[in-house]
C-alpha cells in the first residue's frame, strides 16, 4: 500500500478511461495506480502500490505498455482562449475533425469549428410530469398526499414496483422531491417510460426505470423510504412470507412507508404473510385497498454514537451488535467531502443517533441520512470548525494546491463542541449552547451559560470560548470560564482550551441551570464522564500544564482531586485528592469502575500526558489497581479494557493483562490485536474494532479472527468508522489527502452473510491450529472463519494461484473461498504438532484453469506411505473446471500427517490441492 509496512487485500477499482499500448491494457484507476492487463488473455500483472503517486481518471499508452501522463499544451491553449465564450469551468475537453469540443461541469456542451459561422443553441425544453396519465390524478392524487404526509418529509428514495398506470409514479414526483425508482418487466413499456420521464427532464436525475421483474427485484436494505405498487397481484408480488419480508425489509428505519394496493379478495392473505414475515419494527396494516405499513426505529440491536467518545461515560465502545461479519456495501459516494473537516487534524468525530450522522466543516454543521448517505441538512456556524483545520492552508488547498495539512492535538485535548442525540443536536458556540432540530438543523432553542464571559474574563473580545458538552438522560452538562493559558491557535498544541473554571448542569429541553460548581484547579474537558445519577469529574491539569502556569506565577496550591457528585443536587458524594493524575476518564456502569489515564487519542498529543492509568471505585474512589504503560481513550466490552492503539487489553477489574486460550497448546497467552499503519486510535461496537491500518481495518471481536482490512478505501486520520443504527458507516475524512489509495468517498456497510461476492481475510500470526480441529487453505490471502458452516478455523498457506469464490460454479459440498484457491505441483505436505488420534482428513480440490479436461490432469495422493487415492482427476469428477470435489478418509495419526502429492503416468498437469480439513473423531 502506498505506506511503508502497510498491507490489505483488494484488487483492480477501475475508474476512469481506458487506453491500449501494444498487447497491454491499461485500466486507469482514480486516485490509485493503474493496473496493466494482457489484452488477449486477460491477466494482469504485478503491481506494487507501495507509492504516493497520484493516479488519474485518463491513462495514456506508451510504447512498451508503460503510462504516461500527458499534457496535450496545444488543445489546453486552445480551451484557454475560449474560456470567455463559455458559462462555467471546463470539465473536460477533446478534439476531432477540426473540432474543440468542451464539457462544462454544469454538463453544458460547446463545439468550436474552424470557420465562422452562426451557433446553433440546442435548448432543452422539458414537457409537463405525467401529462398522458392526467385523467388518473383523481385515484392517485389523495393516496400519494397521504403517504407523504405520513412520511413527513419530501426528500429521499421511493421504489414503486410495477408502473401501474403511471399516476401514482407521476403524483409522487409532482408532490414531493423523492427520486423514484420504478421496476417495471414489460420492456415496451419500460421504454416509453424512460422517454416520457426523460422529455420531463427527471430521468436519472429524480427517476429511474429499471427492467426487472418487480416481484423478486433485489436490492439492499433499508434505503427506501417509500416501496410501492399500484397493484401487487398485477407486479406479481404474492402472499408468501419470505417475499413480503424481504420487500418491506427494504424500509429505512425511523418512519419510511410501503403502499402495497391490493383487492379486498387479496387483502387478507398479503396482511397474514406481511405479519408471519415479523420484519423488524414493522407495522403492517390492512386496507380495504393496500396492504400499509411503517417502519419504525430504531432496528432491534442497533446503537448510538452520541459523543466523541460514544457516550457521556467515554466507553468508546456501540453497544450495536448488527453489524457484525460479512459486510457488504449500502451505499457508496453521495456528497463530496468539501463540508468534511480534513485529514491530519483530530477533528471530531462524527455521530449517529435517529438514522442521521452529524458532523463538522470548518464553518458548517451538517447531517446525512445514515441509510443512504444523501446530505440532509447544513448550517453555518462560522468559525465553528475552525480549531480542527488551518485556514491559511484551507485558503491554499481551495485554490487547488497541495496542502499537507499541519497536525493538530484538535478534539483529543480541547473536546467535541456537539452532542448528538434522536431528538435533538446541542452545539456549543460561541458561549451559548444551541438546540438544533435533527431534521432540519434549524435553532429550536439557545441556552446562555452561567459564569463570566471569555471577554470579561481576558479583556479580548476575540477570546475563544470552548469547553466540554455532554448530554445524560435529561441533563445537559457543560463548563464555563475556559482556561487560555497560551497565546496560540485553539486546537494546535497547547493547553488552552482543555480546562475550564466551572462546570454546570443544566435541563437539556429548557436550559435551566441546576447547579454549578467552581474548579479549585481546572475541569479537563476530557475527564469528564457521567452515569444516570451521578458525575464523575477531575479538577486538576497536567503537570506540564501546571509548570506552565508555575511559570506564569499562576500554580494553584491545591491538590488535584477526583470528584462524584450527585447529578441531581450537585452535592459532592465524595472526593479523592491522592495521586490523582489522569486527564482523561471513562467509566464503566456495569462494573462501577472509573479509569483515569492520559489522552493519547493521536500521535498529536499535548506534552507531559501520562503512560500509566489506574481504576478506582465509583461508590467511594478508592484505588483498585494501577499499572504503567496503558495510555487511554480505550474501549470497554464487558469486563476487558481495549487499549485504543493496538497493544495488550486488561482487565477492568484487576488490571492484569487480559488472556485468551491458545487452540494449539492450551496455554493462556496475552490478548492484543495489530495494525500497520494508522495515526488514529480505534472505535469499537460489540462485534469488532474499527481503525486505520493503511486501509480502513478491523480486528474481529467476535470470533477472535485477528485483523482485516476493507480492502480499497483509507479511514481518516480522525476515526471516522462508526458502528450505529445497524450500519458501518465512513464518511470521507480524506479531504487534503493525495495518498494513492484507489476509493476516496464516503460509504456504509450493513451485515450480509451468505454473500460469496464478499471477501474478509484477516491475519493473526498468534494463532497457532487447534490439533482438534482445523482447516488449510492453500493460496488464501489470509485466515478466514467458516461462520456460515462449521464455525471451523482455516489458516492460510502459500499456494500458487488464486480466483475470487464467486468463481467457483460449484462448491462440490466443500467451500467456494477454499476451493477458489490451489497449491500447484508435486509436493510433499508435512503437519505435525496433531494429536496421537483417528481423524477424518477431508481433502478439498477445485481446477482453476478454465479450458481443463478430464483426464487432462491426474494425481496420485499418499498418506503416511499409503496410496489413499490413485489418479485422481478433479475436472473430470468434479463436473469440469471451477468445480470442487471433496474426499473424504479416516486416519490413524500418531502426532503427523505426511501427505504427498505425485503426477500420475501420462499426465499433462501437475497435481493440485485447495485445502485440507482435519477433524479428531
Not at 433499508?222 to 418491506?248: Q, T, W
Not at 491554499?396 to 434522536?422: D, E, L
Request: charged share 25%.
Amino acid at each position: 500500500m502506498p505506506h511503508g509496512g502497510a498491507y490489505g487485500y483488494g484488487g483492480i477499482a477501475p475508474q476512469g478511461y481506458i487506453a491500449v499500448a501494444g498487447d497491454k491494457l491499461v485500466i486507469a484507476g482514480g486516485r490509485g495506480l493503474p493496473a496493466f492487463i494482457c489484452r488477449h488473455t486477460g491477466k494482469s500483472e504485478k503491481a506494487s502500490f507501495h507509492t504516493k503517486s497520484e493516479g488519474d481518471y485518463a491513462v495514456h499508452g506508451v510504447d512498451g505498455g508503460g503510462i504516461g501522463k500527458r499534457t496535450n499544451d496545444m488543445l489546453t491553449e486552445r480551451s484557454d482562449s475560449i474560456k470567455e465564450e463559455i458559462e462555467g469551468e471546463i470539465f473536460y475537453k477533446m478534439a476531432f475533425d477540426g473540432r474543440l469540443v468542451v464539457v462544462t461541469c454544469r454538463g453544458k456542451i460547446y463545439c468550436f469549428g474552424p470557420d465562422e459561422v452562426k451557433a446553433h443553441h440546442h435548448e432543452f425544453i422539458p414537457s409537463d410530469i405525467g401529462i398522458s396519465t392526467e385523467y388518473k390524478s383523481d385515484r392517485w392524487r389523495p393516496v400519494a398526499q397521504e403517504l407523504l404526509e405520513r412520511l413527513g418529509e419530501e426528500e429521499g428514495y421511493a421504489l414503486l414496483l410495477g408502473a401501474g398506470s403511471g399516476g401514482l409514479l407521476y403524483e409522487l414526483l409532482r408532490g414531493s422531491n423523492l427520486h423514484v425508482v420504478v421496476v417495471e418487466e414489460d420492456a415496451s413499456a419500460v421504454g416509453s417510460l424512460r422517454d416520457e420521464l426523460a422529455q420531463s427532464g427527471v430521468y436519472g436525475r429524480r427517476a429511474a426505470v429499471i427492467h426487472g421483474n418487480p416481484a423478486s427485484f433485489s436490492v439492499q436494505p433499508y434505503l427506501f423510504s417509500m416501496v410501492l405498487s399500484e397493484d401487487a397481484v398485477e407486479a406479481g408480488i404474492k402472499a408468501d412470507a419470505g417475499n413480503v419480508g424481504r420487500i418491506l425489509n427494504l424500509l429505512r428505519p425511523y418512519g419510511a412507508v410501503a403502499w402495497l394496493g391490493i383487492d379486498s379478495d387479496h387483502g387478507a392473505d398479503l396482511y397474514e404473510a406481511a405479519v408471519s414475515a415479523d420484519t423488524d419494527q414493522v407495522e403492517p396494516e390492512n386496507r380495504a385497498d393496500a396492504l400499509f405499513a411503517v417502519r419504525n426505529g430504531p432496528l432491534s440491536g442497533a446503537g448510538e454514537w452520541t459523543h466523541q467518545y460514544h457516550n457521556a461515560a467515554n466507553t468508546l465502545l456501540s453497544m450495536d451488535s448488527l453489524v457484525r461479519l460479512p459486510l457488504g456495501m449500502l451505499w457508496f459516494g453521495g456528497p463530496t467531502n468539501h463540508n468534511i473537516l480534513p485529514r491530519h487534524t483530530a477533528a471530531p468525530r462524527p455521530q449517529v443517533a435517529g438514522g442521521r450522522q452529524v458532523f463538522l466543516g470548518v464553518e458548517t454543521i451538517s447531517a446525512r441520512c445514515v441509510y443512504t448517505g444523501r446530505q440532509l441538512w447544513e448550517q453555518e456556524f462560522s468559525g465553528i470548525g475552525h480549531p480542527f483545520t488551518n485556514i491559511e492552508e484551507e485558503k491554499r488547498w481551495a485554490q487547488g494546491h497541495y496542502v499537507p495539512m499541519s497536525p493538530k492535538a484538535g478534539a483529543n485535548h480541547i473536546g467535541s463542541p456537539f452532542v448528538t442525540v434522536r431528538d435533538g443536536i446541542y452545539l456549543r458556540y460561541k458561549g451559548e449552547i444551541y438546540r438544533l432540530s435533527p431534521s432540519d438543523g434549524e435553532t429550536l432553542d439557545r441556552f446562555s451559560l452561567p459564569g463570566r464571559t471569555v471577554e470579561e474574563l481576558y479583556d479580548d473580545q476575540d477570546a475563544p470560548d470552548w469547553g466540554h458538552i455532554s448530554v445524560q438522560g435529561d441533563f445537559l452538562i457543560t463548563t464555563f470560564e475556559p482556561h487560555i493559558l497560551e497565546d496560540a491557535d485553539l486546537g494546535d498544541r497547547n493547553y488552552s482550551g482543555t480546562s475550564s473554571g466551572g462546570i454546570a448542569v443544566m435541563d437539556r429541553y429548557d436550559g435551566e441551570v441546576l447547579w454549578q460548581a467552581e474548579a479549585s484547579v481546572g475541569f479537563r474537558h476530557t475527564a469528564i464522564v457521567s452515569s444516570e445519577d451521578k458525575l464523575y469529574v477531575i479538577d486538576g491539569l497536567s503537570d506540564s500544564a501546571m509548570d506552565r502556569l508555575a511559570r506564569r506565577g499562576e500554580r494553584p496550591e491545591e491538590p488535584t482531586r477526583l470528584i462524584s457528585f450527585d447529578m441531581h443536587s450537585g452535592e459532592e458524594i465524595w472526593t479523592v485528592d491522592s495521586d490523582i493524575f489522569g486527564t482523561f476518564l471513562l467509566y464503566s456502569e456495569e462494573n462501577n469502575i472509573l479509569v483515569e489515564g492520559g489522552s493519547h487519542d493521536t500521535g498529536r498529543t499535548l506534552r507531559g500526558e501520562p503512560r500509566r492509568i489506574a481504576a478506582r471505585c465509583s461508590r467511594d474512589g478508592s484505588l483498585i489497581w494501577e499499572r504503567s504503560r496503558f495510555s487511554l481513550p480505550g474501549s470497554i466490552s464487558g469486563e476487558m479494557l481495549i487499549p485504543g492503539r493496538a497493544g495488550e487489553a486488561v482487565s477492568l477489574l484487576t488490571g492484569e493483562t487480559w488472556l485468551r486460550t491458545e487452540p494449539h497448546t492450551g496455554r493462556r497467552s496475552n490478548w492484543t490485536y495489530a495494525r500497520r499503519y494508522g495515526c488514529d486510535t480505534h472505535n469499537a461496537s460489540k462485534n469488532l474494532l474499527y481503525f486505520r491500518t493503511g486501509y480502513a481495518g478491523f480486528f474481529d471481536l467476535e470470533h477472535d479472527t485477528g485483523t482485516g482490512t476493507f480492502g480499497g478505501f483509507r479511514s481518516g486520520c480522525t476515526a471516522n468508522l462508526i458502528a450505529a443504527d445497524g450500519v458501518l458507516s465512513a464518511l470521507d475524512y480524506t479531504r487534503t489527502c493525495t495518498c494513492s489509495y484507489p476509493h476516496q468517498t464516503s460509504l456504509a456497510m450493513v451485515h450480509m452473510p451468505g454473500d460469496s461476492n464478499i471477501e474478509f481475510w484477516t491475519r493473526y500470526d498468534a494463532a497457532e491450529p487447534d490439533p482438534e480441529s482445523f482447516g488449510i487453505n492453500w493460496g488464501a490471502p489470509g485466515r478466514r472463519v467458516d461462520v456460515a458452516g462449521t464455525g471451523r478455523i482455516w489458516h492460510d498457506r502459500e499456494g500458487t494461484k488464486r480466483r475470487h469464490p464467486s468463481a467457483i460454479i460449484d462448491a462440490g459440498g466443500g467451500i467456494d473461498w477454499v476451493a477458489a484457491s490451489v497449491r500447484e505441483g508435486e509436493s510433499e505436505i508435512v503437519i505435525d504438532d496433531l494429536l496421537n488420534a483417528t481423524y477424518r482428513v477431508r481433502l478439498h480440490f477445485a481446477d482453476l484453469k478454465e479450458d481443463a479436461v478430464p483426464r487432462e490432469r491426474l494425481f496420485d495422493v499418499i498418506i503416511n506411505d499409503v496410496e489413499c487415492l490413485s489418479r485422481l482427476d478433479v475436472a473430470g469428477e468434479a463436473g469440469g473446471p471451477l468445480h470442487g470435489l471433496v474426499k473424504e478418509l479416516e486416519v490413524e495419526l500418531e502426532g503427523e500427517l505426511v501427505i504427498e502429492l505425485r503426477r500420475s503416468e501420462g499426465s499433462v498437469l501437475d497435481p493440485i490441492i485447495s485445502g485440507i480439513e482435519l477433524i479428531r473423531l
